[in-house]
């Protein structure tokens, strides 16, 4: 053990993991801490614990070079299933969207839209944006985090399914500000990845729409 | 006089009949379930069984009841979602009793039944609903006058898998109950496909998984068909967990809810149970009578509707086989 790396206090438990917060050297940082679930057989819990620390830690790596705020990972241990990272102060978005005027709101989301098509011109699916995986610092800076289902995929697929997950969350958790909000997110994403590859945008915000008439449950006269 | 409504389930391979007082305190139901003799669910031959049986469904429940026909006030059916020609059936005879017996008429959406007949039931007010059966596979939870889905099944319904498998291994239908009691003599884990997408899952892989270990040459010798059952058993249902999970903490609920047919399984609950004491939550699975698919909560899902909103006009009972639960609003929870 390292006398300079060590946890001083828990500071959440959440679904997958448990947060401490805690030193490294000089740093504070954070502990994220996958923890074994009970539930499930060890055979499955430890290599989707292995598996997800190593790709987060990786992702969140890779992504940083494309000037996305994400945390920076100072160590990965995949044995305990533990990353240390630097720690983020600031709130949730899912606690801000009712608080913050319209105009705050769209200047977030358009944030957004422009870090989520960088990761995706890049070649990389976040899997799990929701309001609760955005941060927002005191400074009003924008942290994305929780890279536990990322993937990498250059398919219009892909990009389209983060980003109609993304509309799913919205709408299930923050209804009355759904389409103030996505329609910020998507108009800023567009403009971004246009940049990038004009047809391929394109393709991606037309292809939301094919996935959730794809869905169960949908009527057919909602069908394309 | 106490008043009570009849309900009729008629989605899927169960004709339902319930009998449910207004107060929700009495509650009387008969289900007569088409289980085909080989294969899988044929809508023509449930349609065929349905028609069969309807009246003498009716003819039981009210016995059951003791009451008489006459003494039905409200009308209440599965309008949505469903086979359609399933569903036909149960809103044809629903319009031709509440024509007969000039009371009104409802139409009920079938999963959000499920969740109301088990807030009932349970005594619980405000839960996170696992919804797991042969047709639907949904983690939902009421949310801006909705109950809102966070989680579903991409793919194949987790209950239509497992009865799938258990046919390909020669069980006979329902072959949940079967995978269970096999699953319960193997310690020994096959590594199989966990397929979670946010806090969506996907089943189809799994299953082509489980199903090339039945057809690899390996089978019966290296590993049996209780190893297989146990493997993909503990996988199914540590992904339906694990999304349970997520949607738990995300929306911060304090009850969780698990109903449908695969409610029943033991393992499952165990399961749920694991993650409801980690979160605080209190967790209920609701009585397997209620559970599986059932005339009395479409009779009870009709009382709310009614007492808030009042009958549907005839032209509003249209059958709506692809209809979601969180495309319609909740008018008896509108005041919380």
Redesign the interface.
Known sequence: MNPDIYKEKLIHT???ASLYLGKWFDKIVLFKHRIP?????E???N??RMERTLNEGRALIKVKNYGINVPQVYEIDSQNATIIMGYIEGRKLKNLIGILNLSKKEKIFKEIGIMVATLHKNGHIH??I?T?NLIVTNEGNIFLIDFG?HEYSDTVEDKS?DLH?FKRVL???H??NYKVCFNAFLESYRTEYEKFDLNESKSIIKNINAIETR??????EDRM | MKKYCLGIESTAHTWGVGIVSFGGEDSTLINKTFVPEKGGLHPAMIREHHLNCFSDVISEALLEAKLSIKDINLIAFSQ??GLGPVLKIGALVARMISQILKVPLVGVNHCVAHVEIGRLTCNIQDPLTLYVSGG?TIVSAY??N?Y???G??LDLAVGNMLDSFARDAGLSHPGGPKIERLASNSKK?I?LP?A???M?LSFSGLYTAAKRLLDAPEFNDKYTLDDVAHSLQ??A??ML??VT??A????EKKEVLLTGGVAANKRLQ???Q??CDEHNARFEAVPLKYAGDNGAMIAWTGILRFLSKGRHEINETII?????M??IEIPWRIEE
């Open positions: 959440g679904a997958e679930k009970k539930y499930r057989l055979e499955i819990d290599k989707i899997g799990d929701t609760s289902l399914v997950l709408i299930s958790s209804g009355s869905g169960r449950y949908v009527k057919s | 949505s979602p639907n949310e801006s909705r809102q889905i966070f579903e099944t884990y590594q966990y979670v997408k946010g969506d503990e996988t249902f540590a967990t694990e999970e997520r738990l903490a995300h929306t165990q399961m749920i694991y993650i709506k086989p692809k209809e979601r969180d495309q």
